[in-house]
């Protein structure tokens, strides 16, 4: 069975700095995807940044980037230049390539920005 | 935007009840999936459903039911509601085809059972 470890219970980053959410996964699937999603206190939960196990490059999206390390089976989040926005519950997810396929959370990180 | 609404925010009902967690989603999407969300447990999934009539289980399906009568609807009903099925239920949908899908969320019900 698939499983999603977040090691980082909680994590606290001061405003403009950086800050990396850690995520490790097993699975004996070579075809599968990763996601980060972000749940900000008592709002909706929301995609943050998806990454498709075959490709070797991190996928990036405006201030949020990830470092995929597929051998490790590693998935970390760097949040670069925080913002106070930022401050939310983050889930690492995994799924394996097939449709209708369900996917499988990490227990999250919650994230506090200091101003 | 896509939009996934639940029918409500907070419930609260008595030991023994039957309780109905309503989902309805206007993207068109064939998979819903309802999970429950638990302190230090992450987001574990009940049941989800890849077309009407359709439904498979999740991680914990027990204790839980489901109905998917129509496309935009996914039900989850607790036949006989308990006080350790206190919890936050957050549902939510897909397209059908793929990995890369993403799921769209609901706002979650928080249900407490006394």
Not at chain 1, 69 to 91: C, H, R, T
Request: aromatic share 12%.
């Amino acid at each position: 069975a698939q499983t999603v470890t977040q090691s980082q219970p909680e994590m606290s980053v001061q405003e403009a700095e950086t800050v990396t959410l850690s995520c490790t996964y097993d699975t004996s699937e070579s075809d599968y995807y990763l996601f980060w999603y972000k749940q900000p206190p008592s709002r909706q939960m929301i995609l943050v940044i998806r990454q498709e196990a075959y490709k070797q490059q991190n996928a990036t999206e405006n201030r949020f980037s990830v470092n995929f390390q597929k051998a490790a089976k590693s998935f970390s989040l760097k949040i670069s230049d925080s913002q106070l926005g930022d401050a939310a519950m983050y889930f690492c997810a995994y799924r394996i390539n097939t449709n209708a396929g369900k996917s499988t959370f990490g227990d999250g990180t919650t994230l506090t920005v200091k101003p | 935007d896509v939009k996934v609404t639940q029918s409500s925010r907070y419930l609260v009902k008595r030991t023994g009840e039957k309780v109905f967690l309503e989902c309805v989603q206007d993207m068109d999407h064939e998979n819903m999936f309802w999970y429950r969300q638990d302190p230090g447990l992450g987001l574990r999934l009940i049941y989800f459903s890849y077309d009407v009539k359709m439904k498979e289980k999740g991680d914990i399906p027990e204790g839980y039911s489901v109905s998917r009568e129509k496309k935009e609807r996914f039900s989850l009903i607790l036949e006989s509601a308990s006080t350790n099925q206190t919890s936050m239920y957050l549902c939510a949908s897909s397209f059908f085809l793929g990995g890369t899908d993403t799921q769209y969320f609901g706002p979650g019900t928080r249900l407490t059972v006394l």
